[in-house]
Nanobody
Framework: QVQLTESGGGVVQAGESLRLTCEIQ????????LAWFRQAPGKEREFVAA????????AYADSLKGRFTISRHRNNQTIALQMNSLRPDDTAVYFC??????????????????WGQGAQVTVSS
């Protein structure tokens, strides 16, 4: 069974930073691609960032490059999303997700089979 739990959400002011963490209880953590998605109020869920099973490859939404950084940590089976220079339009529920084993890095929601419950991030102006 795969279980993902996000933490680190909260309310910050524009320009500040926030770090989200996702704890993954999974026997396939080290051989699966992991990612972050987000869903803003009234909008569809969108891709944020992904990292390959060996951490060699990463992918980011074009609009977020340079501000957000994804990382994974084998010792405690977590991934993190460092978010800098936050803006009000970054306000959303942020979800972590995992693919089935051995799947390549992807920006497509349908390629991820396991999801966390989400963490709210609110950026005030």
């Amino acid at each position: 069974q795969v279980q993902l739990t996000e933490s680190g959400g909260g309310v910050v002011q524009a320009g500040e930073s926030l770090r989200l963490t996702c704890e993954i209880q999974s026997g396939t953590f080290i051989i699966s691609t992991l990612a972050w998605f987000r869903q803003a109020p009234g909008k569809e869920r969108e891709f944020v960032a992904a990292i390959s099973r060996n951490s060699i490859s990463t992918a980011y939404a074009d609009s977020l490059k340079g501000r957000f950084t994804i990382s994974r940590h084998r010792n405690n089976q977590t991934i993190a999303l460092q978010m800098n220079s936050l803006r009000p339009d970054d306000t959303a529920v942020y979800f972590c997700a995992q693919t089935l084993p051995w799947r390549p890095i992807s920006q497509l929601e349908d390629d991820y089979n396991y999801w966390g419950q989400g963490a709210q991030v609110t950026v005030s102006s």
